[in-house]
């Protein structure tokens, strides 16, 4: 089993503050994707990539995949309640390696 | 709905019970996956199906778990004998036909919360 650690394991800010959460291993994976998961509810795919120093931006999310392909980050500008939820990097395989996540709360 | 969806969604069950929990994957999808997650933890891997391929059931924890799935539709998953370590949520996931060194993004169920009294 490929082993994805990511930090922090908790993070508590106020709406309109930036942050970056990480996701590390050891193992190079090939792809590697991220999920946001609501509380009730199954993980949702924010974005997959594939290539070392890949940069993928989506509205205020910007996702990081290491030279190595051993790590990602992903950094939230102007952070809103909405982007409330815990934050799971996957790295490929036939099933998918899940880090532990990072639980986010934006408070208004 | 086009989503997959997972029955019950609320399980409680006393120790020592066995549980079935259904999964209906989105049509088309050959891949099908369940995890497992612990209050406040990630998704741990349990079992996976792939078209008529034999499944992959490295990640199952115990003989006490088992799963099935018909043709490319729907799966179950059974724990026997339930233990209150077996207490978390049980998500169930679909996608198109893996190939190596790549996944398909996964769509997951809501998940089945387990709670063994």
């Known amino acids: 089993t490929q082993l994805l650690e990511q930090s922090p394991q908790f993070l508590s800010i106020q709406e309109g503050e930036n942050l970056t959460v990480y996701c590390n291993s050891s193992s190079v994976f090939s792809s590697l994707q991220w999920y946001r998961q609501e509380p009730g509810e199954g993980p949702v795919l924010l974005v997959t990539v594939v290539t070392g120093g890949e940069v993928k931006k989506l509205k205020r999310l910007t996702f990081q995949f290491g030279d190595a392909r051993k790590d990602s980050s992903l950094h939230i500008t102007a952070a809103q309640p909405g982007d409330t939820g815990l934050y799971l990097c996957a790295g490929s395989g036939y099933a998918l390696n899940f880090g532990k996540g990072t639980s986010l709360l934006v408070t208004p | 709905g086009a989503g997959v969806s997972q029955s019950p969604s609320n399980k409680v069950t006393e120790k020592g019970k066995d549980v079935e929990l259904r999964c209906d994957p989105i049509s088309g999808h050959t891949a099908l996956y369940w995890y497992r997650q612990r209050l406040g933890q990630g998704l741990e891997f349990l079992i996976y199906f792939q078209g008529n391929s034999a499944p992959d059931k490295s990640g199952l924890p115990s003989d006490r778990f088992s799963a099935e799935r018909t043709g490319e539709s729907v799966s179950t998953l059974t724990i026997q004998r339930t233990q209150q370590e077996d207490s978390a949520v049980y998500l169930c996931?679909?996608?198109?036909?893996?190939?190596?060194?790549?996944?398909?993004?996964?769509?997951f169920g809501p998940g089945t919360r387990l709670t063994v009294t």
């Open positions: 996931a679909s996608s198109l036909a893996t190939r190596t060194g790549y996944v398909y993004e996964q769509y």
